[in-house]
């Protein structure tokens, strides 16, 4: 949720100050670098919801694992449409042209999708130290559909969360007529304080707190490996995805930490300097290339995922087109390949196709 506090209001996706010099605005660098996150990340996660999906339809049995990663992948997808609509915000100096109804939901979207992927990293590090130190008491737990039940849960308290955002959401006058869309909280002040706190505390620090200890204990179960153990097969694989979930979460704080940090810093700051507005810019961009970080984390740390993407395209690729060997005169194969939904009919003992849709 990308606001910076300016004393009577909360501006969404921009500096404020920034907003008033003009400075970073005039530039293409922020727009440009806005742009290639929301381009990668948008095909990154994508590829991911497309794999497991896929292998979903394919009737093979969906894992809880796969549930949070695919959700993720969902909610950073949605996080990241919103980044349109910042870059034209960037490009025209902060001024907001797309409506007060669209204002709220795209500042509720943005802030809800950052607290669900906080609080889905959290019930994924659960699930890990659930698989990991007690693999077998509490196996019956960990199902699908209770890794569904805890994805509703989830997102009903994120919604819980954000209604400050979708209470104060709205637009605000600027000089020559134009508008920004803000966070209008009812005392600029106190409201400004308490707010950038309690974003800090639920979105940030008590998932960050949660997810240390968790993961303390699951690196502690994994050094003394207690018996009784699952098969040796069966702790390889908790262990790889273990690793990829320690990654995730890595990649998550290191990622949002600068941009909390700076929201504090703010609080006693009266008057941003420049620098500070550069710093502040930076850690938005971090904060929204987690979002597009995460496929690539997969990529790199899950043989079995890219084994999955891979035969997934292989498997549409062998959908579009069918091989049939055909003989030639000269007694050789060779293969013609046939488009998908082309019929086959049989003249003067050939097989020819016909140009029917099946």
Not at 6 to 14: K, P, Q, V
Not at 16 to 33: E, M, W
Not at 37 to 62: D, E, P, W
Not at 178 to 205: E, G, R
């Amino acid at each position: 949720m990308d606001f910076l506090n300016d004393s009577s209001y909360l501006t969404w996706g921009i500096n404020s100050t920034t907003a008033k010099d003009g400075v970073l605005h005039s530039s293409a660098i922020l727009p440009a670098i806005y742009g290639i996150i929301c381009f990668l990340g948008i095909v990154g996660n994508s590829i991911v919801m497309y794999t497991i999906m896929k292998r979903t339809k394919c009737h093979a049995k969906q894992t809880v694992p796969d549930i949070f990663i695919l959700n993720l992948s969902v909610i950073d997808l949605l996080f990241l449409l919103g980044m349109p609509f910042l870059i034209h915000q960037l490009l025209g100096n902060g001024t907001w042209h797309f409506g007060a109804a669209l204002c709220t939901i795209i500042t509720a979207l943005d802030s809800n999708s950052q607290i669900v992927s906080t609080y889905i990293l959290t019930a994924m590090t659960l699930d890990r130290y659930l698989a990991t130190v007690h693999p077998i008491r509490f196996n019956y737990v960990r199902t699908p559909y209770v890794a569904a039940l805890v994805i509703v849960l989830v997102w009903v308290l994120s919604l819980v969360t954000i209604i400050p955002v979708w209470m104060y959401a709205g637009l605000m006058s600027l000089p020559d007529g134009l508008v920004a869309c803000a966070l209008l909280l009812p005392d600029p002040v106190n409201s400004t304080y308490w707010f950038t706190l309690y974003q800090f505390f639920l979105a940030f620090a008590i998932p960050l707190v949660i997810i240390c200890l968790v993961f303390f204990k699951i690196l502690q179960q994994m050094s003394r490996s207690v018996a009784p153990l699952p098969p040796r097969s069966l702790r390889l694989r908790t262990r790889k995805v273990t690793r990829m979930a320690v990654a995730i979460c890595l990649a998550f704080f290191t990622c949002w930490a600068p941009y909390y940090i700076l929201q504090l810093v703010h609080l006693g700051v009266q008057t941003p300097s420049l620098a500070f507005s550069y710093a502040y810019n930076i850690a938005i961009s971090m904060g929204y290339a987690n979002s597009c970080i995460n496929p690539f984390l997969y990529i790199i740390l899950s043989k079995n995922f890219k084994r999955q993407f891979f035969r997934a395209v292989q498997q549409n690729i062998n959908r579009k087109f069918r091989v049939k060997p055909s003989t030639t005169d000269g007694g050789s194969v060779n293969i013609r390949m046939i488009p998908e939904g082309v019929r086959q009919v049989r003249v003067f003992g050939d097989m020819v196709p016909a140009n029917v849709e099946t």
